[in-house]
Nanobody
Framework: QVQLVESGGGLVQAGDSLRLSCAAS????????MAWFRQAPGKEREFVAG????????SYAASVKGRFTISRDNGKNMLGLQMNSLKPEDTAVYYC???????????????????WGQGTQVTVSS
């Protein structure tokens, strides 16, 4: 089993920065991907950014590209998300998930991720 725990969420103002982290335990394979999704009230879970662990290849949603940066720390089994120039529309619960290696359009399919954390709340005020 894999356990994922997100942290770093909070309340910030538009234009501020925030860094999220996801701590993973129980890792048993090396060929996998991790990604950040978010879900706002009344909306579906939305892909934000992802990274293939071995290669480091990344994918970003158009809405966050250029503002958010996903990163990994192999030694600590940690996933990071640096969020800059935050906007009110970024307000959501942010989740990290793990699945097999991703590519192309499958990154955004939440059904392909077999482990999820409980989420961390990010609120961006105007």
């Amino acid at each position: 089993q894999v356990q994922l725990v997100e942290s770093g969420g909070g309340l910030v103002q538009a234009g501020d920065s925030l860094r999220l982290s996801c701590a993973a335990s129980g890792r048993t394979i090396s060929t996998y991907a991790m990604a950040w999704f978010r879900q706002a009230p009344g909306k579906e879970r939305e892909f934000v950014a992802g990274i293939n662990w071995n290669s480091g290849t990344t994918s970003y949603a158009a809405s966050v590209k250029g503002r958010f940066t996903i990163s990994r720390d192999n030694g600590k089994n940690m996933l990071g998300l640096q969020m800059n120039s935050l906007k009110p529309e970024d307000t959501a619960v942010y989740y990290c998930g793990r699945g097999g290696m991703m590519y192309g359009s499958i990154w955004e399919d939440s059904r392909r991720y077999d482990y999820w954390g409980q989420g961390t709340q990010v609120t961006v005020s105007s």
